[in-house]
């Protein structure tokens, strides 16, 4: 190719327009699509300014006033708002800690499972019916935790609590005035693990789902140079497979921990939760999540109440995007390595 | 500890597909055999059935024989995994791991033989197998930092340095130059002359000049016809095959008067 040859002089006014380098006339589809998209990208700084806006002008009269009389009135029983607010607070994240406990492994398992071990066949029809899962409504799963799954699990509650009991989180026994110890169980089986199994069953689709992605976009590439050096299958997951994978298992257990923190429904059906801090998991002593705690008591609150409720809600929010923020450091720390170059 | 390869009457199917017929081939230690041929005419793929790679894909199989010093790779009791741990493999395009530095790369094949290494046997091999692949200089300050960050050439050679840190017996490589700029490539081409001290050498090629310029034996491979089996053409000294070949076949694609 010459680099010589001299730019074209004229700009084509005369001959035909195709040739022209003149802005011919203005492009309406570009100027309409760039406003479109601009303007969606403004409407979501628009609307996050706006709920955070209603939550702290809502939330922090509640938290910094000493609560009154149309307060809710557990607040004034427990002596003030953080009393109140952070054994709450303690419920929400130590149900979805549980239940993140519970569904990352089998989420990553089934999700491993599809992508490299299963028959082609057997794995499509696998993500169908996980797809399925995700597609249950949670106040159905609610319903099925409270009248299935807690009831069928009682018996072997009773069994934990008796045969393991040493292990501080299954002690349900409490002495009574005469020193006596009695089992302090969940009446039919509706404590903090049932409640958490049932989160982990409603995470553990899009865990699944996504990790699946993920672990199928692992380049095979990389797959052969791990067999290539005598890695067994498993080996070559953990050689290629998981460290590639793990900015988007990361991602996608944060997707899960989030729905985990929200979940308001099957929570409220399931746990008759209280303002309290514990971790024995057996009892009838069981902590509040925060979204099952305003769900339930939003109805009947009013003024200065609801505004505590709202605080609380505040609170939450806080606590999914710290959850978010932590997530993307550790997938940014490790950028270098990430493959993405 | 180079490997003598005999291949008798290997054919190689794909499920249904019947990708090659007939290869009677022996493959010399301590010398560099090259593959050359057309695109489908089945020498990657023998090439990858020297270490068992090809059954990567569902439904492989081979009817016939590799032997590796007179041991079958394909016997009844052979595990694939111990096979590719003594048939090391170079690709068309370097692959390290992304999320290893160099010098996890360098030891990401002993690591899997589940060796507890002291530290310094682990130095010593990273230094070793660097060395052994051309690139110790280069890399020597940064042997933390990611693979991915080096050149092309530089990631194909630290390719080299992780299959021969496991010494193996055979070295295969499947168009190691394929994706590299011209002064890359003569850097891995020098290598490859350095590597049949040790090793037995298998390299498939695009590029005949690169073949001429490597290689001891050369082998031709090539389709009967669009949709029949690949075949073994024609095997013998790069000299001969280059200059004077038996076939018409290998001499018109030699040539160029290819297709």
């Known amino acids: 190719m010459s680099t010589q040859t001299p730019p074209a002089e004229q700009v084509g006014t005369e001959s035909d327009d195709s040739h022209s380098l003149v802005r011919s006339k203005a492009r309406y589809g570009d100027a309409l699509f760039s406003g479109i998209s601009s303007g969606s990208a403004l409407m979501i700084f628009v609307i996050l300014a706006a709920v955070a806006t209603f939550l702290t002008s809502q939330a922090l009269p509640a938290m910094t006033s ?37 569904a990352v492994p089998l989420a990553v398992g089934i999700a ?57 989180l299954f002690n349900a026994w409490q002495a009574r005035e005469d020193g006596e110890l009695r089992p302090v169980l969940a009446v039919g089986g509706q404590n903090m693990l049932t409640a958490a199994m049932v989160l982990a069953l409603m995470i553990t689709p899009i865990i699944t789902a996504l990790s699946r992605e993920v672990f199928l976009q692992t380049p095979l590439l990389h797959e052969e140079a791990s067999l290539a050096l005598g890695a067994t299958r498993w080996e070559m997951v953990k050689q290629a497979v998981l460290p590639f994978s793990r900015p988007g298992i990361i991602s996608a257990c944060m997707l899960g921990l989030g729905r985990a923190l929200g979940e308001t429904m099957a929570v409220a059906m399931i746990l008759p939760g209280k303002v309290l801090v514990t971790f024995k998991l057996l009892t009838y002593n069981n902590p509040n999540t925060i979204a099952a705690y305003i769900a339930q008591n939003f109805p009947e609150s009013e003024g200065f109440g609801k505004m505590q409720l709202i605080a609380a809600g505040l609170i939450l929010f806080i606590i999914t995007l710290v959850v978010n923020m932590i997530a993307r450091g550790i997938i940014a720390s490790r950028r270098e390595f990430s493959g993405a170059n | 500890m180079a490997k003598r390869i005999e291949i008798k009457d290997l054919d190689i199917y794909y499920g249904k597909f019947h990708a090659v017929r ?89 690591r899997l033989n589940n060796a507890r290494m002291p530290r310094s046997e682990q130095d010593e091999l990273v230094e070793k197998s660097l060395r052994g692949a051309n690139l110790w200089n280069e890399v020597k300050d940064r042997l933390d930092r990611p693979g991915s960050g080096l050149s092309g050439g530089q990631q194909q050679r630290l390719c080299i340095a992780r299959a021969i840190a496991i010494s ?24 490859i002359k350095e590597l049949k001290d040790q090793y037995t050498v298998v390299i498939v090629t695009h590029n005949m000049q690169q073949a001429a310029r490597v290689s001891d034996t050369t082998a031709f491979f090539n389709l009967k016809k669009q949709g029949e089996p690949g075949e073994l053409i024609e095997v013998g000294p790069t000299e001969k095959i280059f200059h004077n070949p038996d076939q018409q076949a290998t001499e018109d694609y030699i040539t160029g008067r290819f297709g």
């Not at chain 1, 000493?66 to 994240?93: I, K, M, N, R, Y």
């Not at chain 2, 992304?98 to 990401?108: G, H």
């Open chain 1, 112 to 168: 491993l499972y599809l992508s490299h071990y299963a028959p082609r066949r057997v794995a499509r029809i696998f993500g169908y019916l996980i797809d399925l899962l995700a597609a249950v409504p949670s106040v159905v799963f609610g319903l099925w935790g409270l009248m299935v799954l807690a009831p069928t699990l009682h018996p072997f509650y009773k069994w934990l609590n008796e045969t393991m009991s040493w292990f501080p």
């Open chain 2, 22 to 110: 007939g290869v009677n081939l022996t493959i010399e230690p301590r010398a560099v055999t090259a593959f050359i041929g057309s695109s489908g005419c089945g020498k990657s793929t023998v090439l990858r059935s020297i270490n068992r790679m090809h059954e990567v894909i569902e439904g492989a199989y081979v009817d016939g024989q590799v032997l590796l010093d007179g041991v079958d790779l394909y016997g009844k009791d052979v595990d694939p995994v111990r096979v590719r741990r003594q048939v090391g493999m170079v690709f068309q395009r370097p692959n390290p791991f992304p999320t290893m530095s160099i010098r996890e790369n360098v030891l990401a094949g002993v």
């Open chain 2, 168 to 191: 193996p017996d055979v070295i295969l490589m499947d168009e190691p130059c394929s994706a590299l700029d011209p002064i890359s490539t003569l850097a891995i081409e020098d290598l």
């Open chain 1, 66 to 102: 000493e609560p009154d009389h149309t307060g809710l009135s557990e607040v004034s029983a427990l002596g003030g708002f953080w009393q109140w607010a952070l054994p709450l607070a303690f419920g929400t994240v130590w149900s979805a800690v549980l239940a993140m406990l519970m």
